[in-house]
């Protein structure tokens, strides 16, 4: 069974930064795609950055190009996501999520949150002086 668990969230001025953490487990696929979303109460969710593990190929939404950064470690099997220069706009439930059925998604796909299968129960983001 798979599972993904998020940490790293928390309360940051803007400006300020945060690394969200997601350690996935019980898979055996050795190429997927795995992505962070986010959700704020009244929206829809959307995605943020999501990367296809087979070259390491990242995507991102217009919205956090060059302040957001997505990275894997393939030793300890965790997603990250570095938040740099957060803005009050960033605050959501932010959430990964892996698709292991996938063969090839294009930039729109691999930010979508249809066709993900497998999330993590999330972890909050509020940016506020």
């Known amino acids: 069974q798979v599972k993904l668990m998020e940490s790293g969230g928390g309360s940051v001025q803007p400006g300020g930064s945060l690394r969200l953490s997601c350690i996935i487990s019980?898979?055996?696929?050795?190429?997927?795609?795995m992505g962070w979303f986010r959700q704020a109460p009244g929206k829809e969710r959307e995605g943020v950055a999501s990367?296809?593990?087979?070259?390491?190929?990242?995507y991102y939404a217009n919205s956090v190009q060059g302040r957001f950064t997505i990275s894997l470690d393939d030793a300890t099997n965790t997603l990250y996501l570095q938040m740099n220069s957060l803005k009050p706009e960033d605050t959501a439930m932010y959430y990964c999520?892996?698709?292991?059925?996938?063969?090839?998604?294009?930039?729109?796909?691999?930010?979508?949150?249809?066709?993900?299968?497998?999330w993590g129960q999330g972890t909050q983001v509020t940016v506020s002086s």
């Open positions: 019980g898979y055996t696929a050795t190429t997927y795609y």
């Open positions: 990367i296809w593990t087979g070259n390491a190929k990242a």
């Open positions: 999520a892996a698709d292991f059925l996938s063969p090839i998604k294009t930039a729109q796909q691999a930010l979508s949150p249809h066709g993900y299968d497998d």
